[in-house]
């Protein structure tokens, strides 16, 4: 099972899923996130979690920019805050 599978498939799991397009993300020049979760935090506020998984190396800042734009953009559409993860191999790391 690749990492995108496996980190995908553990939050779907878990949480409720949110598909995004990845059409939608290019055409306002936001980056593709490679999966997306919504929960409610321990105060009852949703909060949408997106998930980028990278095999080794740390994104670029031209995609990090991107990826803040998908991210900004969805807490804006959504009225909810909005964290971003990186997952490198099994490793998880919160961008916020």
């Known amino acids: 099972m690749n990492l995108e599978r496996y ?8 949480h409720i899923p949110l598909l995004i397009d990845p059409q939608l ?3 306002i020049g936001a980056g593709q996130i490679d999966g997306a ?5 321990k105060d ?3 909060i949408i979690h ?5 095999t080794s190396q740390f994104p670029s800042t031209r995609q990090m ?11 804006t559409l ?4 909005c964290k971003l993860w990186l997952a490198q ?3 998880l790391i919160c961008q916020n």
Do not use: D, M
């Not at 979760?37 to 935090?41: E, F, G």
């Open 25 to 27: 993300l290019r055409r």
């Open 65 to 75: 920019r991107r990826l803040r734009e998908s991210q900004k953009y969805l807490a």
């Open 37 to 41: 979760c919504i929960k409610k935090s």
């Open 7 to 14: 980190w995908c498939h553990l939050w779907h799991a878990h």
């Open 44 to 46: 009852e506020q949703w």
């Open 78 to 81: 959504f009225q909810v805050n």
């Open 89 to 91: 191999g099994k490793r």
């Open 50 to 54: 997106l998930l980028e998984v990278k």
